[in-house]
Structure formats: structure tokens, C-alpha cells
């Protein structure tokens, strides 16, 4: 953890970490952005020191700026298909002024998953089947889409070597390919650590 850094007040509380963000976007936080505590936790399983992690949609950051806060020896990157928020992400990851924290504006289906070791992934893709929780209506969402993007993760998940660390949130197994075994469980089943047989 940077532990010297005055940065350290953000990551007492979510609305703490929130207040970072334009008041739209503390308004998504509970549903769209990982808690502190996931990030911290799932932190601590993904940090392995070196190694790049990748968030699989990583939208204002919270997730990958967390992680990056409680792991400095770990890079992680977060890849983005919405332009405002991954400008968002960026800000607050300059304000922090995190070297380990990087993010890509990129569709996940435009990246290579062979330059990371390790993944997060926060169920991305909901809302291409639960439009009415959506972030906002700039992006096409359809059960097409959902299908496409699953069966496209889950297929680079199974070519990932072994040992490589995935950890879930939220999410149905459907995600995950059967190559993965369950490491851990926490929350209730919510939040899973997996690593690749
Ligand atoms: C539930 S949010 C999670 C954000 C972040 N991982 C966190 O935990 O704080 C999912 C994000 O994935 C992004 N996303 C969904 N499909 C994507 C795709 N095909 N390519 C890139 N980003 C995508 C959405 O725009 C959204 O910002």
C-alpha cells in the first residue's frame, strides 16, 4: 500500500473515493463501480508483484485505482469502450498520481488478453440484457451482444496459460471457462477467486 501517500483519506470510505467523481457518476457507483472492500480483497489475490492485471471493462477506474492504491507493485490496466468514462478514470488516476495504474480505450474484443497475467471482471456485460440498468443509452445494448462479448472473454480466459489468477464479481459460471478452478469464495458466492488448471 502507498501508505505514506496523502492520498490515503480516499480509501477510508466509498463516498470518500467517490467524491472523486462528477456527481452523475457517484449516482452509478453502487451498482456500476466495485466497493473498496472487493477491490481491496480482490487486491490481495491479484497482486502478485510484477505481473499485469486487467479489468475487464473498467469504467471510471475505481476498481483498477483501488487495486493499484493497496498493490504498487503490481500494474494494473483497465480497458474501456466509453470515452467519458475512461477520460474520468484517467483524471482521477492523475490526481492519485498512481505510475502502477493504466487505462485503454478500447473495445475488449480490440485487445490482446496475451499481454496480461491475471483478469477482474465485474460482470461487464449485464447490461446488454438488462438495458433499463444501464450507464447510459450511447452504447447499443442487445442479448446479441451479451452473448458475443461472454463467449469472446470466456474463449480468451481458456487460452491464458496456466496458473493465471481470474477473480469474478458478480457474474454467472456461464463466464468462466471450466479450465478455471475455484480457489476461494467470499460475500456470499459474489466474489470469486479462479486460477487456470
Ligand atoms: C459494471 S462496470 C465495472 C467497472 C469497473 N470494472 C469497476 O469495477 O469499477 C462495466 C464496464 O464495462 C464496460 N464495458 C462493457 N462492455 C465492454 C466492451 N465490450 N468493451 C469495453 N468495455 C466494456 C462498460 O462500459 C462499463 O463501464
Redesign the pocket.
Given at each position: 500500500m502507498h501508505t505514506d501517500s496523502l492520498n490515503v483519506v480516499y480509501f477510508d470510505k466509498d463516498t470518500s473515493f467517490d467524491s472523486l467523481f462528477p456527481k452523475r457518476i457517484q449516482g452509478l457507483s453502487e451498482r456500476?463501480?466495485?466497493p473498496l472492500e472487493i477491490a481491496r480483497k480482490s487486491c490481495e489475490y491479484l497482486s502478485v508483484p510484477n505481473s499485469k492485471v486487467l479489468?475487464i471493462?473498467?469504467?471510471?477506474?475505481?476498481?483498477c485505482i483501488t487495486a493499484g492504491f493497496y498493490g504498487p507493485e503490481t500494474l494494473f490496466y483497465?480497458?474501456?469502450?466509453?470515452k467519458d468514462?475512461y477520460n474520468i478514470a484517467e483524471g482521477v488516476k492523475n490526481t492519485l498520481d498512481l505510475q502502477n495504474v493504466n487505462f485503454i480505450h478500447?473495445?475488449?474484443?480490440e485487445l490482446d488478453f496475451g499481454r496480461f497475467d491475471s483478469f477482474?471482471f465485474?460482470?461487464?456485460?449485464?447490461?446488454n440484457i438488462k438495458p433499463d440498468l444501464a450507464?447510459d443509452t450511447k452504447?447499443e445494448a442487445t442479448a446479441e451482444l451479451y452473448s458475443y462479448?461472454t463467449d469472446y472473454v470466456r474463449e480468451q480466459l481458456d487460452q491464458r496459460p496456466s496458473g493465471t489468477r481470474l477473480v469474478t464479481?458478480h457474474g454467472s459460471l456461464k463466464q468462466v471457462p471450466t479450465s478455471y478452478k475455484l480457489i476461494d469464495n467470499s460475500y456470499n458466492y459474489a466474489l470469486k477467486m479462479w486460477m487456470r488448471e
Open positions: 456500476h463501480w466495485t479489468d471493462g473498467s469504467g471510471v477506474g475505481k476498481f483497465g480497458v474501456e469502450q466509453r468514462l478500447k473495445n475488449i474484443t477482474y465485474f460482470n461487464s456485460f449485464y447490461e450507464i452504447i462479448y464479481y
